[in-house]
């Protein structure tokens, strides 16, 4: 997958299935937005009809956390890769206000859901990846980030007697 995500392929989008699991991190980040960043999501909004057109955007919270999954692929090869997917975002602001503020617990909860809920439970985990444009230009080693966690039931053979 790594190598087809090189030219001549270019792929960028992909659907990963780990072997294990091997640990669910969360690691802080920057609290605020860097300048040309809050710069660039506070640019005027396009009129699609609506009649917003010149309408400054609202500036989304950014998240004090960052969210990754440690695993194992089946050639037994090690990988951290961040979370970038809305839903784990949104889940923590959720936790948060549940918490009443607590980080702390905010962050037990959303790893209870991705790590205990998820992992450990009774779900099969495929990851939907990305690879984003800065990392496809500098050749990164690894140029992808999960962009979505698809999490179904396991299906439990029947018994055959």
């Known amino acids: 997958m790594i190598e087809d995500s090189q030219a001549p392929q270019n792929v960028s989008l992909a659907t990963f299935k780990p072997a294990s699991f091997i640990d669910f991190i ?13 710069a660039q999501l506070q640019q005027l909004s396009l009129d699609f009809g609506g009649g917003e057109e010149g309408k ?7 998240l004090p956390y960052k969210f990754y999954y440690k695993f194992l692929d089946d050639e037994g090869r090690e990988s951290r890769m961040m979370i970038e ?13 549940s918490a009443k ?4 617990l905010a962050k037990e909860k959303v790893r209870q859901r991705y790590w205990t809920e998820f992992v450990k439970g009774d779900h099969d985990i495929y990851l939907f990846l990305g ?18 966690v698809f999490y179904p039931q396991k299906q439990r053979q029947m018994l055959l007697f």
């Open 56 to 62: 400054k955007r609202e500036l989304i919270r950014k």
């Open 85 to 97: 997917d809305w839903e784990i975002g949104q889940l923590y602001w959720n936790c948060l206000k």
């Open 101 to 104: 503020g607590d980080e702390q």
């Open 131 to 148: 690879a984003l444009m800065e990392s496809h230009r500098r050749r990164y080693k690894n140029p992808f980030v999960i962009i979505g």
């Open 26 to 38: 969360v690691e802080p980040d920057e609290r605020e937005w860097k300048p040309a960043w809050k």
